[in-house]
């Protein structure tokens, strides 16, 4: 049974665009005001046309290519429709009911039940699950997460984190991964998890499978390393190396999450 009725959740990709849009413009803004200062201290006022064109390319690469970026150091086989047929269904009767556009599917290697959903503005969106994942989950589990997961392309939080991902990765080349770091903070919003928990309870059939999902995950307590895909996942064990931690894109990037027994108990309230 569809519950939209319980809380008002909001679905549109507008205000995690805007944020992308809001960080772009203070780049731009900002490089291009320093540039205006270095100018007439030196004499050269013009050096802020230099400064508008540098930070204004420079705000608009960071958000480029950042979702190929990603998926490219990860360990990834594409879905086989018939090998992971249910997969192909689930995800074709949600995005059909939702009118979502088909995200690429791809499979990891992982015996954790991960799951998570990679994007970019204007991009259709990548759903990624381990192998592990589709013996652990049922199919009406596997409903619960994917409805997550699409939630998250479709409020376009993945694309947020994508573009802040990428922006932390270029500032860090510079000595300003501190500086990355705080805007991060500032940038995301902490309940994004929870509130795709509850658009995905809504969005589906039987909502207490969401709750089954995430007990499943919390029982594994091995300690598991997901690099760079850390703030995409649907959920990790709580003793995980959950920060970026590959070789090209710089370590130490970190999102907040809530707890796997905060998340659960939210679900039970409601």
């Known amino acids: 049974m569809n519950q939209r009725q319980w809380i008002p959740i909001e679905e549109s990709a507008a205000p995690n665009l805007a944020r992308i849009k809001k960080l772009e413009w203070v780049i731009t803004a900002g490089g291009t005001l320093l540039f205006l200062l270095i100018g007439f201290a030196v004499g050269q006022p013009l050096l802020a046309v230099l400064g508008l064109a540098v930070f204004g390319t420079f ?144 969005a589906t059939r039987y909502p207490p499978a969401l709750i089954s999902a995430l007990e499943k995950c919390a029982q594994f307590q091995e300690t598991i390393s997901v690099g760079v895909a850390a703030p995409f996942c649907f959920a990790l064990p709580e003793l995980s190396s959950n920060d970026t931690d590959s070789s090209s894109i710089v370590p130490s990037v970190v999102f907040a999450r809530p707890s796997l027994a905060e998340r659960i108990a939210v679900l039970k309230e409601i």
């Open 59 to 202: 705000a608009w690469a960071i958000g480029r290519n950042a979702e190929e970026n990603i998926l490219a150091e990860l360990s990834l086989t594409p879905a086989d429709e018939n090998d992971h047929a249910r997969l192909f269904n689930v995800v074709e009767g949600l995005r059909m009911s939702s009118g979502d556009h088909r995200p690429a599917m791809y499979i990891t290697p992982s015996d954790f039940p991960l799951a998570f959903a990679i994007s970019e503005a204007g991009s259709d969106g990548n759903i990624i699950v381990s192998d592990g994942f589709l013996r652990v989950m049922d199919r009406v589990e596997t409903e619960a997460v994917v409805s997550h997961l699409l939630w998250r392309i479709r409020s376009g939080d993945a694309a947020l984190v994508a573009y802040l991902i990428s922006f932390h990765s270029l500032m860090s080349r510079v000595g300003l991964s501190r500086l990355a770091q705080k805007v991060i903070d500032r940038s995301v919003d902490t309940r994004a998890l929870i509130w795709a928990d509850i658009s995905a309870c809504q």
